[in-house]
């Protein structure tokens, strides 16, 4: 962002559904490579890949070695995916991004900067209950590190203590250690963790969830 560039945060408009849907999914990606990083440096699937190679060498066992060889990349590459998605990040609302976040109850904000949105947060009431989620926080990356994030955080709990909420809730995962600073510098306190393997029977590599709530 240039000087004398100004930030705007406002509501969603229908047309820019869209642009805030590619947001998020280019967000949402970044946490799936941030997942890749892990895995791929984590010492007990290193050792596992180790091991088993070691065994088909020295047992002069291709197709063990062949195994070690496929499961490596099928780990660092597409199971990062799998564990995101089995994270429950549900993009029920992409379809119809505007009609979702119109509905009682729910708000989603954007980060306007020239005409381009460069960033979004949403606020979804917990029924029954003075409790709200923030949720879809994203800020393109250019536009990273400039206090969007901050302006989208403090329209949202604004709003959600308009509406008459008292908490305000939300989760993230391990890997995305800007979004948690953010939070914990906001006085976002972390009430728990939960972690789920990829494979029941093999708890090797998984998702890592943080979940957050603070006093409006």
Same mark, same amino acid.
């Given at each position: 962002m240039q000087q004398g560039q100004s930030v705007a945060i406002r509501e969603l408009r229908e047309d820019e559904s869209g642009v805030v849907v590619a947001l998020i999914k280019a967000g949402l990606q970044e946490t799936v490579a941030g997942y890749r990083r892990q895995f791929a440096l984590d010492p007990r699937a290193l050792v596992l890949f180790v091991v088993v190679s070691a065994i088909g060498v020295y047992f002069r066992l291709p197709s063990v070695l062949a195994a070690s060889l496929t499961? $490596?990349?099928f780990f660092v590459y597409r199971a990062p995916q799998a564990a995101f998605? %089995?994270?429950g990040c549900c993009c029920d609302d992409f379809a119809e991004? $505007?009609? $979702? $976040?119109g509905r009682e109850?729910? %708000?989603l904000f954007v980060a306007v900067v020239d005409n381009r949105v460069v960033g979004s947060v949403a606020v979804v009431k917990h029924d029954g209950e003075h409790v709200a989620d923030l949720r879809r926080m994203s800020v393109a990356t250019e536009f990273r590190r400039l206090g969007i994030g901050r302006l989208l955080l403090q329209k949202s709990e604004a709003y959600a203590r308009s509406c008459g909420h008292t908490r305000m809730d939300l989760? /993230? /995962?391990s890997v995305q250690t800007a979004a948690i600073a953010l939070y914990e510098r906001h006085g976002y306190r972390r009430v728990r963790t939960t972690f789920q393997p990829l494979f029941a029977s093999i708890p090797l590599l998984g998702s890592t969830m943080v979940f957050y709530e603070k006093t409006l």
């Open positions: 499961l $490596y990349p998605d %089995k994270c991004l $505007y009609a $979702y $976040y109850g729910r %708000k989760h /993230t /995962t």
